[in-house]
């Protein structure tokens, strides 16, 4: 069974910096994309940032000269760092991966995504 954990987030002042970690544990065959997203209760979740190998990062136009996505293929895990923060980044920050997987039951492996389960992140002004 694979899960995406996160860590990280927290308060800070606007101006502040943090660091989201995410990292994937269980049987993964290969992983394409791993990103960032986030959500305000009643919203819909937004892309903050994504990496894929061999593609450019892309980021929201509302962080980028911001926030840095980084990736540790070695270690199926996934980095946000977020400088410069605002009040408007406060949300809930969620790690997306879409994770290839081995078959159940000789089945044939799967492509899936996964979600983290979020971490807060409060910027106060």
């Known amino acids: 069974q694979v899960q995406l954990v996160e860590s990280g987030g927290g308060l800070v002042q606007a101006g502040g910096a943090l660091r989201d970690a995410c990292a994937t544990s269980?049987?993964?065959?290969?992983?394409?994309?791993m990103g960032w997203y986030r959500q305000a209760t009643g919203n819909q979740r937004e892309l903050v940032a994504n990496i894929r190998s061999g593609s450019a990062n892309q980021y929201a136009d509302s962080v980028k000269g911001r926030f840095t996505i980084s990736r540790d293929n070695a270690k199926n895990m996934v980095f946000l760092q977020m400088n410069s923060l605002r009040p408007e980044d406060t949300d809930t920050y969620y790690c997306?991966?879409?994770?290839?997987?081995?078959?159940?039951?000789?089945?044939?492996?799967?492509?899936?995504?996964?979600w983290g389960q979020g971490t807060q992140v409060t910027v106060s002004s």
């Open positions: 269980g049987t993964v065959l290969s992983i394409t994309d």
């Open positions: 997306h991966a879409r994770i290839l997987t081995p078959g159940q039951s000789s089945g044939a492996p799967r492509w899936n995504n996964y």
